[in-house]
C-alpha cells in the first residue's frame, strides 16, 4: 500500500475486471478513496491503469445474468459493476460515463466492495451518520443471505 492510502483508503484488494475495449478479464488491484475508485495492474500502484469518480456514480450490486456464468473449469463469480465519469487524465475515452464490471470469487466479498463504494458515496455526500452505520449485510441480496448468523 502507498503513502498516500494510509489516510484516505476506504478499501483495496484484487478483482477481475473485463477489459473496455477487448472484453478480456484481467485481475486488476482495486484501491478506493471517498473520492475515486482506481485500478493498477500490480499491488505496488505502480501504474495506474484506470478510474472512475465516486460523485454521482452508480452501483449494480446483483446481474443475475451474470452470476450464472461459470469462468475457467467451472469456477464461480459473484459480477458488480461501477458506472461514473472517468477521472482526469487516465482515461482515452470521450464518453462521459462509463460502465466497470467486475468479478469476485464471493457473494461475502461482493457484497463488502458495495457496502464500500457506499460508504466512500455517502462520505464525499457528507453523510457521515450512515457511514458509521453501513454493514456488508445492507446490500446482500435476500437470496444470498441464507441462515447464517
Given at each position: 500500500?502507498?503513502?498516500?492510502?494510509?489516510?484516505?483508503?476506504?478499501?483495496?484488494?484484487?478483482?477481475?475486471?473485463?477489459?473496455?475495449?477487448?472484453r478480456t478479464?484481467?485481475?486488476?488491484?482495486?484501491?478506493l478513496t471517498p473520492q475515486d475508485l482506481r485500478y493498477y495492474a500490480d499491488e505496488n500502484e505502480s501504474k495506474l491503469k484506470g478510474g472512475l469518480l465516486i460523485q454521482d456514480c452508480v452501483f449494480e450490486d446483483s446481474l443475475p445474468d451474470q452470476d450464472e456464468?461459470?469462468?475457467?473449469?467451472?469456477?464461480q463469480y459473484y459480477y458488480f459493476a461501477v458506472t461514473s465519469k472517468p477521472?482526469?487524465?487516465?482515461?482515452?475515452?470521450?464518453?462521459?460515463?462509463?460502465?466497470?464490471?467486475?468479478?469476485?470469487?464471493?457473494?461475502?466479498?461482493?457484497?463488502?466492495?458495495?457496502?464500500?463504494?457506499?460508504?466512500?458515496?455517502?462520505?464525499?455526500?457528507g453523510s457521515d451518520d450512515q457511514v458509521a452505520a453501513s454493514t456488508a449485510v445492507d446490500v446482500m441480496p435476500a437470496s444470498e443471505t441464507g441462515s447464517s448468523t
Open positions: 500500500m502507498s503513502i498516500r492510502n494510509l489516510k484516505s483508503e476506504v478499501r483495496s484488494g484484487w478483482v477481475t475486471k473485463e477489459g473496455s475495449k477487448h478479464w484481467r485481475h486488476r488491484y482495486l484501491v456464468k461459470k469462468g475457467l473449469f467451472g469456477a477521472i482526469d487524465g487516465v482515461s482515452s475515452s470521450t464518453l462521459d460515463r462509463r460502465r466497470l464490471l467486475m468479478r469476485v470469487r464471493t457473494a461475502t466479498e461482493r457484497a463488502q466492495w458495495i457496502a464500500a463504494l457506499q460508504k466512500a458515496k455517502r462520505w464525499l455526500e
